[in-house]
């Protein structure tokens, strides 16, 4: 359940449901459509949670902080996406429950136990999960810089 709040599991159920029916165009037959559902039921809850999160962050925790700049120049923006776009197609290439417990760990900050929670796994399961995804992931990378000529690096240091 969604932090253990039957409401919020059935809202979420519904929305769910809904958004499957909208975007059934979408879906592929070659895949299965339990997962394809439960990719969908995984998004929402994460949108869900990171929502709730977010509201909890007040402007007081940056209090003597100095906030980075909202508005990052043209070229910071077109690094920015491509990275964010490069990013998204290596996920791509993780399991939808992978992919979830990578999101969780890295971008949402999740522990291993909220992670287990989310994704009804083990605490155990979790840590091997993000284990492999992290091999799989480098080793997508790497392949797919490997294809890519040497100039087409010109973001990457020359030390490297």
């Known amino acids: 359940m969604l932090g253990g709040n039957i409401h919020d599991a059935e809202d979420a159920a519904q929305e769910t449901f809904l958004r499957a029916y909208k975007g059934l165009h979408r879906y592929d037959s070659k895949r299965s459509f339990a997962t394809w559902v439960l990719s969908i ?59 979830a417990a990578v999101v969780l760990f890295y971008w949402y900050d999740y522990s291993y136990e909220e992670i287990a ?35 087409a690096h010109h973001h990457e240091s020359p030390a490297f």
């Not at 009804?120 to 000529?149: D, F, G, Y």
């Open 41 to 99: 039921a995984a998004h929402y809850c994460i949108d869900l949670l990171r929502r709730r999160r977010m509201k909890l962050i007040s402007l007081e925790t940056f209090t003597g902080q100095i906030l980075p700049d909202s508005n990052p120049g043209p070229e910071k923006q077109a690094f920015q996406s491509e990275q964010q776009r490069e990013v998204e197609a290596l996920l791509q290439h993780l399991s939808p429950k992978d992919r």
């Open 117 to 151: 929670a989310t994704l009804s796994l083990t605490v155990s399961a979790v840590k091997s999960r993000l284990h492999r995804a992290r091999r799989h992931l480098a080793q997508v990378w790497q392949e797919s810089r490997q294809s890519i000529p040497l100039e």
